[in-house]
């Protein structure tokens, strides 16, 4: 299997990336708010960049 092919490339990094960023944007939006959970949603979408990332340095690269 061809790992560096465009439709693995956008299947494993473009649609998680979407999604991370709107994690983070919504844990920005929670902490103008000043509720509680905002850290926690920007602190899981950078997780998930950060596995993303990960993602791209063992298998796509």
């Known amino acids: 299997m061809d790992l560096s092919s465009p439709a693995i490339t956008y ?3 473009i649609i998680p990336t979407f ?3 709107t ?3 919504q844990g920005i939006s ?3 708010k000043e509720e509680k959970d905002g850290p ?3 602190g ?3 997780f998930l960049l ?4 990960g ?3 063992f298998f796509i690269r």
Do not use: D, E, Q, T
């Open 11 to 13: 299947s494993m990094m």
């Open 40 to 42: 926690v949603a920007i």
């Open 23 to 25: 994690v983070v944007g």
């Open 19 to 21: 999604f991370a960023l």
């Open 30 to 32: 929670k902490m103008l």
């Open 55 to 57: 993602a791209y340095w």
């Open 50 to 53: 950060v596995l993303i990332a």
């Open 44 to 46: 899981l979408g950078i």
